[in-house]
């Protein structure tokens, strides 16, 4: 079975500072996507950020950007230029052809 | 384009009673899958729905259930409830199933079973 793991439960950042968020996963795939998501206070999941396993190249939307390992099975988020904005609660997924599945989240506090 | 729509937004109910949830997808999309989110599970995937039939399933006992209408809608059941039903229901559409598609959430149900 897939499993995603995002250690840090919490993490602080200084406004327009970068922030790292980590992720790891375990799975005997080859063929399989990667997100991000994030959910603001008002509950809705938003998508951020998507990589493809057999992508080498990291996926970038604007202020954020992914550093996918695939041997390592590592794929952490970094948001440059920090908002305020980005205050949320912040999953890593991990989609097969089967589902869907989540990691524990971890909960980003931006510091003005 | 409206979003993705889910009612009720809160609801109480005590144990042993039923609840139905309902999700209305982006106008145009055919699937949708249900999660359950708890602050200690975090979010676990429940179902998915494609063109009316079950194509995916998590590991919920069979008081969860769910079905998709004609028109994409979707509702999902949970019979006999017990305390740690209480949750964050979250549906999300998507054009089409597959691993590579993007899923549009709604706000979710948040149950409260007393």
């Known amino acids: 079975a897939q499993t995603v793991t995002q250690s840090q439960p919490e993490m602080s950042v200084q406004e327009a500072e970068t922030v790292t968020l980590s992720c790891t996963y375990d799975?005997?795939?080859?063929?399989?996507?990667l997100f991000w998501y994030k959910q603001p206070p008002s509950r809705q999941m938003i998508l951020v950020i998507r990589?493809?396993?057999?992508?080498?190249q990291n996926a970038t939307e604007n202020r954020f950007s992914v550093n996918f390992q695939k041997a390592a099975k590592s794929f952490s988020l970094k948001i440059s230029d920090s908002q305020l904005g980005d205050a949320a609660m912040y999953f890593c997924?991990?989609?097969?052809?089967?589902?869907?599945?989540f990691g524990k989240g971890i909960t980003l506090s931006v510091r003005p | 384009k409206a979003g993705v729509t889910q009612t009720p937004r809160y609801l109480i109910k005590t144990r042993g009673q039923q609840v139905t949830l309902s999700c209305s997808p982006i106008?145009?999309?055919?699937?949708v899958s249900w999660y359950q989110q708890t602050p200690g599970q975090g979010l676990q995937f429940l179902f998915e729905?494609?063109?009316?039939?079950?194509?995916n399933k998590g590991n919920f006992p069979g008081r969860f259930s769910g079905r998709q209408f004609s028109n994409s809608r979707s509702e999902m059941n949970v019979s006999t409830l017990e305390l740690g039903d209480s949750a964050l229901y979250l549906c999300?559409?998507?054009?089409?199933?597959?691993?590579?598609?993007?899923?549009?959430f709604g706000s979710g149900t948040q149950l409260s079973v007393l």
């Open positions: 999300a559409s998507s054009y089409l199933t597959g691993k590579d598609e993007k899923l549009f």
């Open positions: 799975t005997s795939e080859s063929d399989y996507y």
């Open positions: 990589q493809e396993a057999y992508k080498q």
């Open positions: 997924a991990y989609r097969s052809i089967n589902k869907l599945t």
């Open positions: 106008s145009g999309h055919r699937s």
């Open positions: 729905y494609f063109s009316e039939t079950q194509r």
